[in-house]
């Protein structure tokens, strides 16, 4: 009981710190404080009660990506009214609760239709896809590829844990050879594949990863991934505290790329991402501007 105590206070502290309680005021052009025309955090706050375990990085995740879209509204890069958010099935699945965005929740894998198919309906949204990596790369891996290859011009955020979480912890995927849970009571028999290198094949134009932990580091991330025109694939390193606590794994592991090395060279990111895992780099491993499938899709 201590424990969780432990982590409930420090899932509150998060929430208080970043200032994320709800604006009490109910229009969004009062009471913003810093201009008669800013975004405050807590403008994009909901009444929901936030339901994820105490000290879930999920947490974090939510805060870097309030941080993110407040800063690009208030430099007028984005439109809030623009910005649409997606969530597939899954624990990521509950930040579209707890987003005063305009916002879609997917039926299990099929996320990335429902974002292509709003983006090729109005090329003028902004659209952001929450996933998990059994969401994406167990029940809606071809949705994946055929994204990344037609370079849609979306934006998905991995909550990356390696594991079925929201079902108690069962391998999928990307989890690794040996792993123990509820569905390998003996330990996984595969190899978990590379979703970098699998994206980065398929033709993703953005490919980054970043660290749930680091919340500026990937506030960063997702800035410069709803600034790229066609599809960015974002994985964010999510420990599952409940069922596969991997945080002190990663933190020992976990560095950043030097923001300087060239972005667009494949092969150099297809050697980049296949590092062994006693290090584990974080950034933008590829960037290329390409037409997008919905350019081509108007033309």
Known sequence: MPHLLTRW????????EHDLTPNPSPCQGEG??????????QNLATKAKITWCPGCPNSQILVSFRKAVTELVNENKIKLENLVAFAGIGCHGKISDYLNVNSFTSLHGRLIPAMTGAKCANPQLSIVGFSGDGDSMDEGLEHLVHAAKRNSDINLFIHDNRVFALTTGQADALSPKGYKSKSTPFGSLEE?????LLVLSAGATFVARTYAGDIEGTKKIMQAAIA???????????????????????????????????????????????????KVPLGIFYQVEKPTFEEELYK
């Open 228 to 278: 790229h025109k066609g599809f960015s694939f974002v994985d964010i390193i999510q420990p599952c505290i409940t069922f596969f606590d991997t945080r002190d794994y990663f933190k020992e592991r976990v560095y950043w790329l030097d923001e300087n090395l060239t972005k667009n060279d494949l092969g150099a990111a297809i050697n980049k991402v296949q590092e062994k895992e006693e």
């Open 192 to 196: 978990p594949f590379n979703p970098l």
């Open 32 to 41: 913003l404080g810093r201009g008669p025309n800013e975004m405050e955090l």
């Open 9 to 16: 206070n420090w899932q509150r502290k998060l929430i208080t």
